[in-house]
Each structure stands twice: as C-alpha cells, then as structure tokens.
C-alpha cells in the first residue's frame, strides 16, 4: 500500500461508528482509479476496502445501504457522520471541494464550470461508451460486429475530442491547469487498448496521457487497491485471458 491508503479494518456499517476519516471502497477499475487518483493527489488520509466483483459483494446488504445501486466506488465520511457518497463524478467533486486549497477544483465560477463540464464529459459519455466497447470486444459471449463497430467508433470519436481540444497548446482539459477533469478522463484512456482501440495518431492525447501517468500519486493511484491491470498482463501473458474469463463467468453468474 501507501503511504495515505491503509487497509481497512472496516468491514460492515455498524463499526464505522468507531472509525475517523474516510473509507474508500473499491476495485482496480477506471472508475474505482478515479477516486484514489485524487485521494492520492489530495495526500488525503483513507482506508481501502477491496470490494470483489466476482463475488458480488457490491450487492450485499450491508454494501447497498452505502451505495443504493451497488456499484464501486464509494466512500464513507467518518468524519461527517458516516456521510456515504457515491458515483464516482460526485466522490471527486466531495474530495475536491473539501480541499481548503482548490488546487484540483477552482472555485473561480469560470474555471470551476469548465472542470465540471470535462468531468461531465467523461461521465456521461466516454466512461459509459468505452465500457460498452470492452463488453463487445472482450465479453460478449458471442461476437457482434454491430456492437463492436458501434461503440468502439464512438470512444474513438470521443477521444478525437480531447485530441482536437488538447491541439490548440493546452496541457489540461479544463481551466488552465490540471484537475479532477483530467484524472476522470485518463482513468479511462489509460486502457484504451483493453477496448480495441489505438491511439497512435493522436499526438496531443499520448502527450496529455504521458504527462498524467508519470505523475507519483497517479502512479499509486493506479495500484489501489491492487496492482494494476496492465501491470499485471505485461508480467504474465496469461493474465490477459485470466481476466477475460473471470469477467465472462461473473457476468453469467450475475445475471
């Protein structure tokens, strides 16, 4: 782990009661990389609770009365009263908000509405088209080329518009500066390969992407609360259909 993600002790509502600072639960996802991206950019104190998608434990009782709709990631405030926040748009807009400093959040009504619309971005549609380009390309039980087509064009497209926004000299997304927009959107671009998708004649989004990977909280971001995927299928070819196939049988199991 590091040096501002512990592991959690926590394990059920009913002991948070005892707890200060925050939980964050989790899984090495795009969306669970967003929230402990910032809590590491943030420096900000947490525990890590592992959630197991292959067991389903986003669906447990005890995890429901945290996030109604039983999705990763969520957090628990224990210093707002056991405040749940859920939605991984909102856990960053809450992070960001209760820094004194701002720094990845302006309150500068401009910039701050500039931030919120490229996070939006991400929310709205690249996290959910890309998601449906790794379920067509890598899941499907069956191959269906319309699927495929359909939504790996649209990540494309997608991606060119942050190709095109990022042409003009910008570094950051949003607001002159880098912030919680960026760390949204690059959760997902950093694993545009997993969804059958190149990037190699897109010169302002590498340079953009290359700029936020070699960042140190990213990089510790990255590995919560495991090492990383891609980590993990550079070391050992097998992971790769490992991961697969885990993913085919949850999916049949959960239906």
Do not use: C
Not at 43 to 67: D, R
Not at 83 to 88: A, T
């Amino acid at each position: 782990m590091n040096a501002s993600a512990d592991s959690l002790l926590v394990h059920h509502p009913r002991a948070m009661a005892t707890s200060k600072g925050i939980t964050l639960y989790t899984s090495g996802t795009p969306n669970g990389w967003k929230a402990s991206i910032l809590m590491e950019e943030l420096q900000t104190p947490y525990k890590v609770h592992a959630i197991s998608l292959s067991k389903n434990e986003q669906k447990e009782e005890w995890f429901l009365k945290i996030n109604p709709n039983g999705r990763i990631p969520a957090i628990v405030d224990h210093d707002e009263g056991d405040l749940p926040v859920f939605e991984s748009g909102a856990i960053m807009i809450y992070l960001a908000d209760k820094d004194p400093s701002s720094k990845f959040l302006p309150k500068d009504t401009r910039k701050r509405a500039e931030v919120i619309s490229w996070l939006m971005f991400q929310m709205g549609g690249l996290g959910p088209m890309q998601g449906q380009a790794n379920h067509f390309v890598r899941y499907a039980p069956e191959k269906i080329e319309y699927g495929v087509k359909r939504y790996t064009n649209e990540t494309r497209r997608l991606y060119g518009v942050i190709e095109k926004h990022l042409s003009d000299g910008r570094d950051w997304l949003a607001a002159g500066q880098y912030t919680i927009a960026d760390m949204a959107n690059f959760s997902w671009v950093f694993m545009h390969e997993w969804a059958g998708i190149e990037v190699d004649d897109m010169p302002h989004l590498k340079a953009w992407m290359k700029r936020i990977e070699e960042r140190p909280a990213v990089q510790k971001g990255l590995d919560i609360p495991e090492e990383n995927v891609k980590k993990q299928m550079a070391r050992d070819p097998k992971k790769k259909e490992e991961l697969i196939e885990g993913a085919k049988k949850m999916m049949i199991s959960h239906k």
